[in-house]
Every structure is written in C-alpha cells, then in structure tokens.
C-alpha cells in the first residue's frame, strides 16, 4: 500500500479574488483517478478540482483504497487496507488547502463506490474540514464510523444517491445509511435513480445543483472574470 496518493487536477475555469473552492474525486474500486476526472466538465467552473488514486495497485490493473473479498452485491472489506486507506486519506484531504491555496473551509468530496463510501468515512472523521460531500453508489460502513458522531456532522452537506437496480452494491445498503443519517446532519439528502452501478444523467445534473447552491452560499468566493 502507497502512502502517498497521486493525483492530477485543473485550476478553476472561472477565478476569483478569493481563494478557489476545491473539490476532491475518489474513484471506485479497479478503477484510477482519471476515472471520474471528465465529470468537472459539468461542475461549477468555480472549482479547483483534484482527482486521486487509490493507495493499492491490484494486480490485474486499476486501483483501490482496500481490498475486497466476496462478490458483487456481497462484497466484503478487508479491516487491515480499509483502516491503513482511511488513516492516509484523512491526512491527504487535511493537507490539500495549504498545498493548493484553496479555501480551507470549503473543500467538496464526491466519491463513487468505494470512493463514497471512504468520502462518508471522512465525513465521521473531520467534518469540520468538509464543506461538503456527494456520495454516489456507496454507503456509511460502521468500521469507518465513531460510537457517537463527531459535533461537526450536524452542519456538514451530504448527497448520497443510489441506484435501484444497482448489482454490485444493492440499493438496500444506500437506504440504511440514509436511516442513519437523515436524522443527523441537516443538510443530508438522499436521492436513488433507475439506474445500475453507475451515475444517472440526472444524478448528475442534481449534483451539480446541489454542488453549485452549495457555493452560492459561501461567503467569499463570488466570481470575478
């Protein structure tokens, strides 16, 4: 396992004054960090966006934040690389506003599959460094989660988006974790979509929405051409 995560990004499209708002990209498993990349193209021009890869190497091409056992629609985490992943990425995320220039206070993750569900293991973790998080295809996993929620979730954003026919992780999985997090966090939404393991067209354009009202509240980072 890497230590060190390897990413590409792209500055802002549309720059400000301020400093730019960033967003983090967690790709699935077998997949890397060019996986979801294309998707900025549809998100606020706002945003300095990094895509990163995940710490393990699988053998038969791709990466991964843990292993895996089982198979799809029971799939199993191996306790030692989600734990090993989650303590690197925590480190990783914390350190991308000094490194970048970005706004500290507003650091976005989206996450797909295993992506998600390490962006809601962050999101027990350090909310407070969060500023919001959109979690496609994944779940809240009780491993990455503390006996009793940080302070910090109640204020932090959360869009968690499902799909029904989904066959590698069931939609069953995105439901109980909107059980337990819709009494949380005040700005949690959940949405699913027809669709299998992947992003619906019109998740994604709910994303961007949700992704953009988010920054329209933040103070600060109004747009200067």
Excluded: C
């Excluded at 393990?56 to 629609?73: N, Q, S, T, V």
């Excluded at 690389?81 to 993750?109: E, M, N, W």
């Excluded at 029904?164 to 699913?192: C, F, K, M």
């Amino acid at each position: 396992m890497s230590t060190t995560i390897h990413t590409i990004q792209r500055p802002p499209r549309q720059t400000s004054s301020a400093p730019a708002p960033l967003l983090v990209l967690l790709h699935g498993y077998g997949a890397s960090e060019h996986d979801l990349f294309d998707l900025a193209d549809y998100l606020d021009p706002r945003l300095h966006v990094i895509a990163a890869r995940g710490v393990l190497a699988l053998p038969w091409g791709g990466y991964a934040w843990y292993h895996l056992g089982g198979a799809p629609g029971r799939l199993i985490p191996d306790p030692h690389t989600r734990a090993q992943s989650i303590d690197v990425l925590t480190k990783f995320v914390g350190s991308l506003p000094d490194r970048l220039g970005t706004d500290p206070q507003r650091t976005y993750l989206l996450g797909f599959s295993q992506g998600a569900i390490m962006s809601l293991g962050l999101a027990m973790r350090i909310p407070e460094q969060l500023g919001g998080i959109m979690a496609v295809s994944g779940y809240l996993d009780p491993e990455l989660s503390p006996a009793e929620p940080p302070a910090g979730l109640s204020d932090l954003p959360i869009f968690q988006l499902h799909g029904t026919d989904d066959e590698v992780i069931p939609v069953e999985a995105g439901r109980r974790s909107a059980a337990i997090l819709q009494p949380g966090p005040a700005n949690y939404h959940y949405r699913e979509y027809p669709i299998g393991h992947g992003i619906h067209p019109d998740g994604l354009r709910d994303m961007a929405t949700w992704l953009r009202e988010r920054l329209d509240e933040a103070p600060g980072i109004g747009s200067e051409e």
